[in-house]
C-alpha cells in the first residue's frame, strides 16, 4: 500500500532524488574532462523513475515477482548506487580515449538543473497547499 503524502506529491516525489543523482553524474563527466580514457556516465532516467515508482507502489509483491535478494528493486534510487547508468557513447572520437563532450555536458547539465528546479517548484506547491488547508488560511 502506498504511503498518502507520497502519493499526494506525485511523481515528483521519486524524480526529485533521480534528478539529484543525474545531475552529480554529469558533474561528475565535467570534471573529468580531461581524464584520458574517462568515460562519461549517464542514466537511463525513465528507467529508474519507473523502477522507483515501481518499488513505491509495491507492485512487485502485487504482481507476485519473487526478489531473491534483499537489493532487488530496491536500489534503484539508493544513493551511490545507479542500477540504471550506463557508459555514454562519444559524440567525437577523442585519441586519449575520453568520451566527455564538455559542450555537449553543459547543456545536460543546465536541462537537468532545470527540470530539478521544476520538480522542486513542484512539490513546493503540494507542500504549501497543505500547509494552507492545515492552517486554514
Not at 539529484?20 to 542514466?43: C, F, H, W
Not at 525513465?46 to 523502477?51: D, I, M, P, R, V
Not at 555536458?105 to 543546465?110: Q, S
Amino acid at each position: 500500500m502506498s504511503n498518502p503524502i507520497t502519493s499526494y506529491m506525485g511523481v515528483h516525489a521519486d524524480a526529485l532524488p533521480l534528478r539529484e543523482q543525474r545531475m552529480k553524474l554529469i558533474a561528475s563527466n565535467l570534471a573529468n574532462a580531461d581524464t584520458p580514457g574517462y568515460q562519461a556516465q549517464d542514466i537511463d532516467f525513465n528507467a529508474a523513475l519507473g523502477a522507483a515508482r515501481l518499488q513505491r507502489e509495491g507492485a512487485a509483491a502485487a504482481h507476485g515477482l519473487a526478489t531473491t535478494s534483499e537489493r532487488h528493486l530496491s536500489d534503484a534510487i539508493a544513493p551511490g548506487h545507479l542500477p540504471f547508468q550506463f557508459a555514454r557513447p562519444a559524440s567525437q572520437p577523442s585519441l586519449d580515449g575520453n568520451t566527455v563532450a564538455p559542450d555537449a555536458e553543459r547543456a545536460a547539465y543546465g536541462r537537468a538543473a532545470l527540470e530539478y528546479r521544476a520538480s522542486l517548484s513542484f512539490l513546493e506547491s503540494k507542500v504549501r497547499t497543505l500547509l494552507t488547508a492545515i492552517t486554514g488560511q
